[in-house]
């Protein structure tokens, strides 16, 4: 079931990222990462573009993902994000109306998490790596913003419980870093009522 809260105007989105200082969070021996939440208009509603990883890569295999990877010497989160998504489905930079950042969250695999959001009018031809990519699809923003639609589970990582959020879309589940994210960000535009996580 898709839920029926409006979608937020470009014009709100622009203005609720613009409206916050990104909580950036340092974490001894964490490798620093950018993603990329591409959202594509639809009609009345937001598409999100996600893929899904390869099972042949060395981290987080087969799990639904936001273009991203590490960040390189000398780049910041945004050129890492517009490069990796780039090189993983072929979005040309050019095309990414790029809004901001939000807060940094951290996985358990290591990784410190930068999420960038950038709006696409039109995105081209997107091309999967086969090196990195299995599959692109998209999900409209709403469908996670029903709250019908996400199932929550209490995980224990280091001893300390943290509630961790799944989705099932057409055979797909979304959950860790990339369902906190999605939540993270609905909440900052007043689609649902959730405080900023960090942790994955």
């Excluded at 839920?3 to 909580?23: E, F, M, N, Q, Y």
């Excluded at 964490?30 to 993603?35: F, G, I, L, S, T």
Aim: net charge negative; with cysteine.
């Amino acid at each position: 079931m898709i839920g029926c809260s409006p979608a937020p105007s470009a014009d709100l989105i622009r203005k609720r990222i613009a409206g916050v200082t990104p909580h950036r969070r340092r974490k001894e021996g964490y490798r620093r990462a950018a993603v990329l939440i591409p959202l594509l208009p639809a009609e009345r509603d937001w598409d999100v573009l996600l893929t899904r990883r390869d099972h042949a890569l060395p981290h987080h295999r087969g799990q639904i993902a936001f273009p991203g990877g590490s960040i390189d010497e000398g780049e910041d989160c945004l050129h890492a994000a517009l490069r990796e998504a780039e090189e993983e489905i072929g979005l040309q930079p050019s095309r990414v109306d790029i809004l901001g950042c939000h807060d940094d969250i951290w996985t358990p695999s290591g990784f410190m998490i930068s999420p960038v959001v950038g709006l696409i009018n039109d995105p081209g031809t997107l091309t999967p790596n086969p090196v990195e990519v299995a599959r692109i699809f998209t999900v409209p923003l709403s469908f996670f913003a029903d709250e019908e639609n996400v199932v929550r589970q209490t995980l224990r990582h280091q001893g300390v419980d943290r509630e961790v959020f799944f989705y099932s879309w057409e055979g797909e589940t979304i959950w860790g870093a990339t369902a906190l994210m999605l939540r993270n960000l609905l909440g900052l535009l007043g689609m649902i009522d959730h405080d900023a996580q960090r942790i994955a």
